[in-house]
């Protein structure tokens, strides 16, 4: 079974990025590329259907398996990064991250008007940084499809914050 198979892959390393946090590591996935692909060909599967006009991946670990899926899908791939890595015009919005606050940004022509944006990042925890995400896209002219996450920590009620920009929210895993 797949879950089982990435719950065994991901560590728990306590008090990352500070103190009285369980961050949840995912780097142990790409050491299996079976299970990297398995994971792509399970995305995929889900979403082959669910007319996807792009796959928009949040910087750094939402690229892992975000550009893989568009690829897969056959639609662009979107990178949302922080605040000073692209290089051409960009929008960008702020939010609160359970650890802190941060910046990210899109490039101003990297969705059009009424395309349909799955967003994709590897762990929904307070939803912040997946708001930020539906609010670039949504300032752009786009729509969100969905969330995607590959790690969903529940007890956080991530689902909540996002819920409004889509009920089509999705984890491969959750604790």
């Known amino acids: ?28 996935i790409m050491k299996d590329p079976v299970l990297s692909n398995d994971i792509v060909d399970d995305l995929h599967n889900s979403y082959a259907t ?51 606050s941060a910046e990210i940004e899109m490039h101003i022509d990297a969705v059009s008007e009424g395309q349909r944006v799955l967003i994709h990042d590897d762990l929904l925890a307070t939803g ?6 539906a609010n670039l896209i949504e300032k752009c002219g786009g729509k969100v499809a969905g969330f995607n996450f590959l790690v969903s920590l529940d007890f956080l009620n ?17 604790y």
Do not use: C, W
């Open 128 to 133: 912040g940084s997946a708001s930020a995400a």
């Open 158 to 174: 991530g689902k909540e914050k996002i819920k409004g920009f889509s009920d089509n929210i999705d984890a491969v895993i959750n």
């Open 50 to 100: 669910q007319n996807i006009d792009a796959v928009a991946g949040i910087e750094s670990r939402g690229f892992l398996f975000g550009y893989p899926l568009a690829m897969k899908l056959g639609v662009p791939f979107i990178m949302i990064r922080k605040k000073g890595k692209l290089p051409y015009d960009k929008i960008s919005h702020s939010y609160d991250l359970e650890y802190g």
């Open 1 to 28: 079974m797949l879950e089982k198979r990435i719950k065994s892959a991901i560590r728990d390393v306590v008090d990352f990025p500070k103190k009285g946090i369980v961050f949840k590591d995912i780097t142990p």
